[in-house]
C-alpha cells in the first residue's frame, strides 16, 4: 500500500502525485503486517453445515408463464439469481423483459412474484418505456420505474424494496463510485456486476441484466462477466427468418443443452411449442434433401439438411457449410472418396442446415453423406424418410445417443421409415432400414 507522507491517504497504486492533498513525490510504500499484534483482529467467518440443511433451502424458483423461457432457465426463475442476457442490438432483448415483468406481475402468472418488479434503465426514460409497454399489450401493474445510473444507488434501492425481479438495462451504462473509470469499461462493469450479485444474494431477488455484445461478439467485453452472474443467456436470429432462439451457455440452476424458440410479431415474442414445423416448412423433396433428428436438452426435432455437389470450375474443389461444422464436412467428403468410391475430388460440395440452426451432433453425418451423395447421382432421398448415424473414418456407420427419442418425433410427425446404424437396437412402429456402412446408403439410392 502506497502512503502519503503529508495526508496519510493511502492508494493502492504509486502515483507522482497525491490525488487528496496534491502534494508532489510524497507516496511511498509502506508493507502492513497483519500478523502484528497492533493491528485489529480479524474475526473468523461462520460456517454452515450442508448435511443439516434442509432440501431445496435457498431454492424456490418462480415460474414465469413463458414455458420456452421457463425450459433454458431450467424450470422457471430461482430467486436470488443473477442472470445475463445478451444479444445484438434491436433483437428483442428488452421486449423478452417487459414480457417476464408482465408475467411475474400480471393476472396470467401461475406463481405470482414475491415483491414488485424494479425495471432500471439508463437509456430510456419513463415514457418510453411506458410507450413499449402499451405496444405489447403490458399493463404495468406492481412495475416501478427506476431512470438510474449509479450502482449504489440502484442497490440502495433494491435494500430498502426488497422486489421480486430487477430488471438492469444495460449493464453498460451503469457506473459505480467505488471504481474508477467511464462507464462501460470492464472494471467499471465487473465492479457494478459484484454489487449487484451480493444485493441479489442478500434480498433473495432475482436481477436480470442486460449486456450487449461487441463488434468481435463478445458478451460485455470478452468473458467479462460469465464468472460472476448464475445464468447466461444468448438471443439469437438469423436475418433472413423471423424467430428468435434463445440458448443458456451457463446455467447454475439448470442444463445449459436447452433452446427455446420464439417468433417476433407486433405485439412481442409469440412461442413456438414445436419448432419442427419451422425447420421444416416450405420443403420440397429435391435431390440433396435429407430430413434428421438432433436433440437440445430434453427435447427432439427433425430439421434439413441440404447438400450441392457441383462441378468444380477451377481446380481446386470447394467445401463450404452453413450451420455445420466445416471441418467435419471435409473430413466426411474424404471418407466418401475413400470409403463409397464417390469421387469428389472434381466436385465443389456446398451444405447447408435448413432453419440457420448451428448443430456440431455427430448423429447429423450420415444424413450430411446421404445428402452429398444424392446431390452427386442425382437421385431424390424417399420421402418420409429420416436418417440417423454417426460415420466413422472406416465407412462405418456407428450408433447415436436418444435414438428412441428421435424416432418417436419423426413418428409423430409422419415419417414412415428410417435409416439408422444396425448396431443400435429398437422398438419402434416407425420401418427400420440398418446401415453398416457408407455402400449401404450408395445402393439405396441406385448408385
Request: glycine letters at 10%; one cysteine or more.
Amino acid at each position: 500500500m502506497y502512503v502519503c507522507s503529508a495526508c496519510d491517504a493511502q492508494s493502492p497504486k504509486w502515483s507522482g502525485r497525491c490525488l487528496e492533498c496534491g502534494g508532489w513525490g510524497t507516496l511511498a510504500l509502506r508493507t502492513v503486517d497483519l500478523k502484528s499484534t497492533d493491528e485489529v483482529a480479524v474475526s473468523p467467518a461462520q460456517t454452515v453445515d450442508l448435511g443439516e440443511l434442509e432440501p431445496g433451502v435457498g431454492f424456490n424458483r418462480r415460474q414465469t408463464n413463458i414455458q420456452e423461457l421457463d425450459r433454458v432457465l431450467g424450470g422457471g426463475l430461482t430467486a436470488g439469481s443473477l442472470i445475463l442476457l445478451g444479444g445484438e442490438p434491436g433483437i428483442g432483448k428488452s421486449t423478452l423483459v417487459a414480457q417476464i415483468a408482465a408475467c411475474l406481475t400480471g393476472r396470467q402468472a401461475t406463481v405470482q412474484a414475491e415483491g414488485e418488479v424494479i425495471y432500471v434503465s439508463g437509456e430510456e426514460s419513463a415514457g418510453q418505456i411506458k410507450a413499449r409497454f402499451n405496444r405489447l399489450g403490458i399493463k404495468p401493474e406492481k412495475i416501478k420505474f427506476l431512470s438510474e445510473t449509479n450502482a449504489e444507488k440502484i442497490i440502495a434501492t433494491i435494500n430498502q424494496l426488497k422486489p421480486g425481479l430487477v430488471i438492469i438495462d444495460s449493464i453498460q451504462t451503469i457506473y459505480s463510485a467505488a471504481v474508477a473509470g467511464e462507464p462501460g469499461g470492464i472494471n467499471q462493469i465487473r465492479g457494478s456486476t459484484v454489487g449487484f450479485l451480493e444485493a441479489a444474494k442478500k434480498n433473495n431477488t432475482a436481477i436480470i441484466l442486460i449486456g450487449h455484445i461487441t463488434k468481435d461478439g463478445a458478451l460485455a467485453g470478452p468473458k467479462t462477466l460469465e464468472h460472476i452472474v448464475d445464468t447466461v443467456l444468448y438471443l439469437e436470429t438469423e436475418t433472413n427468418h423471423d424467430y428468435r432462439i434463445l440458448r443458456a451457455t451457463k446455467n447454475r440452476f439448470g442444463s445449459i443443452n436447452e433452446i427455446g424458440i420464439f417468433t417476433m410479431t407486433a405485439t412481442g415474442f409469440t412461442e413456438v411449442p414445436n419448432p419442427t414445423l419451422i425447420f421444416l416448412e416450405e420443403r420440397q423433396n429435391i435431390t440433396g434433401s435429407v430430413i434428421s433428428s438432433i436433440t437440445q436438452g430434453t427435447r427432439a426435432f427433425l430439421t434439413e439438411v441440404q447438400a450441392l455437389a457441383t462441378k468444380t470450375v477451377f481446380g481446386y474443389p470447394q467445401r463450404k457449410a452453413s450451420g455445420f461444422d466445416l471441418n467435419r464436412l471435409q473430413v466426411l467428403a474424404a471418407v466418401l472418396t475413400k470409403r463409397a468410391n464417390l469421387n469428389l475430388t472434381n466436385q465443389d460440395v456446398i451444405l447447408n442446415v435448413v432453419g440457420g440452426l448451428k448443430i456440431s451432433d455427430p448423429g447429423l453425418d450420415l444424413a450430411v453423406c446421404l445428402a452429398i451423395t444424392s446431390s452427386l447421382l442425382n437421385q431424390v432421398v424417399p420421402n418420409k424418410t429420416i436418417v440417423l448415424g454417426e460415420v466413422g473414418l472406416g465407412g462405418e456407420i456407428r450408433p447415436v445417443a436418444k435414438l428412441e427419442q428421435k424416432l418417436k418425433e419423426a413418428e409423430r410427425l409422419g415419417f414412415t421409415r428410417a435409416l439408422i446404424p444396425a448396431s443400435n437396437l429398437t422398438s419402434n412402429k416407425i420401418q427400420l432400414v440398418k446401415i453398416k456402412n457408407l455402400r449401404d446408403i450408395i445402393a439405396l439410392l441406385g448408385g
